[in-house]
């Protein structure tokens, strides 16, 4: 094994230069879909951001506790029980901490 083939090895804890390439080629794929995952977060966060002003302005309050239990339930049921404390972490970048 070459120095670089050990370099390459050591970081991505494989133990063949064929399993290290699977590895490098799928994290560079999951590192393209973290982006477009953080990218649709902020678009998310963007659109709450209208909701909750049209609710204040119209007198209401900033959250609508009914419509968060939907959101949660939603996460919940597509990607079990783990999805739950996504969903909450998404419902505090959008909304804030209540």
Request: charged share 30%; proline share 1%; aromatic share 2%.
């Amino acid at each position: 094994m070459t120095l670089a083939e050990k370099t390459v090895t050591e970081k991505t804890g494989a133990r063949t230069a064929e399993a290290a390439d699977v590895i490098t080629s799928a994290r560079e794929r999951i590192d393209a879909l973290d982006d477009r995952i953080i990218g649709l977060v902020q678009e998310r966060m963007a659109v709450s951001a209208v909701i909750q002003d049209a609710r204040l302005s119209s007198g209401g309050r900033r959250v609508n506790l009914s419509r968060e239990m939907e959101v949660l339930s939603h996460f919940r049921d597509a990607l079990g029980r783990p999805g739950t404390s996504l969903a909450m972490t998404l419902l505090e970048l959008c909304r804030g901490r209540i």
